[in-house]
């Protein structure tokens, strides 16, 4: 039940062997990465109240290894500036502008989803800020592309808020992943 609420939470499943993903069309491959997630309990963090009459403990839903989750990241333009994208296994393209010294900032649309731990339906919000790592600075090549880029390091954040009746869960609340990236 764990691992099903944190991959709808997180929307970033797939295994890094099995991507097979492309990047779209008039954009370049920076790489493929294994993005380890590690979890962050910090103030705020979503926790399931036990239903009522159970002996059970609270449910911290926050994972302390929220797994492997394999990445594609591709490079664009956008309004006539880099443009950084990432593709997943889930589907669907998130895109940033490339900020100074190889920063992104991915926002997804928010996600009602169902059948959660919080018994209840939940809206996601969720942002993936960070960076690109090279071994020197990251700016956009006379080719078009990137120097080579050898890791990728961030913070995975979820706001989740009430979208249904009778949740068991205090909101809004966070899920939140410490993501460091290695080339596969």
Do not use: W
């Not at 926050?62 to 956008?78: I, P, R």
């Amino acid at each position: 039940m764990r691992f099903l609420l944190i991959s709808l939470l997180l929307l970033l499943a797939a295994c890094p062997e099995q991507t097979g993903l492309e990047c779209p069309p008039n954009t370049g491959t920076i790489g493929q990465y294994a993005l380890y997630l590690a979890g962050n309990h910090d103030a705020g963090e979503c926790i399931a109240s036990p239903p009522p009459g159970s002996d059970a403990g609270p449910l911290v839903l926050t994972l302390d290894d929220g797994g492997t989750q394999g990445s594609v990241f591709c490079l664009g333009t956008s309004d006539g500036g880099p443009e950084l994208q990432m593709l997943t296994g889930r589907g669907g393209v998130r895109k940033s502008p490339l900020l100074d010294d190889g920063g992104f900032r991915f926002v997804n649309d928010p996600l009602v989803v169902q059948g959660t731990a919080c018994s209840c339906d939940v809206t996601i919000n969720e942002t993936f800020e960070g960076s690109l790592i090279a071994s020197g600075p990251i700016t956009v090549q006379p080719d078009g592309g990137l120097p080579p880029i050898n890791a990728v390091a961030g913070t995975v954040f979820d706001r989740v808020t009430d979208a249904g009746d009778n949740c068991r869960c205090a909101f809004p609340c966070t899920v939140s992943y410490a993501v460091s990236g290695a080339p596969f």
